[in-house]
């Protein structure tokens, strides 16, 4: 059985109900495991008397991303703007067109600006901006979509694994606390953005990148009714 980023060409062989499915059934089954496998990590390490969510400070915890900033922006960050701006910085992509990609390298200083929202002051914002357009301008104005075409002959596989690697990694910048000791609770916690990446990434390519929201979305479901209900 080949696993899910692999299945590249779902679209051609089975149906939209189909591929939903499938994406939903891995994410179901996937978020089951990293929960097991995070339980029965901190299973051992409270053996040792070492709470590593308390260390660690995770801003995925619901508790823990409350100190981001208001409860507003929390969870617009959290439901829309996050959702969004990270399918663009990587999956949008995907595509291999030139215009998108441009767009996706410009989400980088947008995502940012966003995350300095509630500390900004004009020149910062000024400089996040110049980013945004400097970074669409020149990825736009010196590339051509022949260009990219070649780059999606030679490397579409790789970028699809790199994504949902990539989208998994960076959830370590949300840890507040790093040591060796808790870098096996560290690896439990950031397989569950790096399989939710995996569907995500399934669904990007093989319905497009507005269902590829969409599942980001429902992802964070979960930690917007835990936050909401708190």
Request: charged share 10%; with cysteine; net charge positive.
């Amino acid at each position: 059985m080949r696993f899910i980023l692999s299945r590249t060409n779902d679209r051609e062989v089975h149906s939209k109900r189909w591929i939903v499915g499938y994406g939903l059934l891995f994410w179901l089954i996937s978020r089951v495991v990293s929960m097991i496998l995070i339980i029965g990590c901190v299973a051992v390490y409270n053996i040792y008397d070492i709470n590593p969510e308390n260390l660690t400070k995770f801003t995925g915890n619901p508790e823990t991303a409350k100190d981001i900033g208001s409860t507003t922006y929390t969870l617009l960050t959290v439901g829309l703007i996050a959702p969004l701006l990270e399918e663009c910085i990587f999956r949008l992509g995907l595509s291999f067109k030139r215009w998108q990609i441009a767009l996706a390298v410009a989400s980088i200083p947008a995502y940012l600006l966003w995350q300095h929202f509630n500390h900004l002051t004009a020149t910062s914002a000024v400089i996040y901006c110049a980013g945004i357009i400097l970074s669409f301008t020149v990825i736009y104005g010196l590339t051509t979509n022949s260009f990219w075409l070649r780059q999606k002959e030679c490397y579409f596989k790789s970028a699809v694994w790199l994504s949902a690697i990539a989208f998994g990694i960076i959830h370590v910048i949300a840890f507040s606390y790093y040591s060796i000791m808790l870098l096996p609770y560290i690896l439990c916690v950031i397989s569950v953005p790096f399989f939710a990446g995996c569907a995500i990434t399934y669904y990007r390519i093989n319905l497009g990148f507005w269902w590829a929201v969409g599942l980001h979305v429902f992802n964070n479901l979960p930690g917007i009714i835990m936050m909401i209900s708190q």
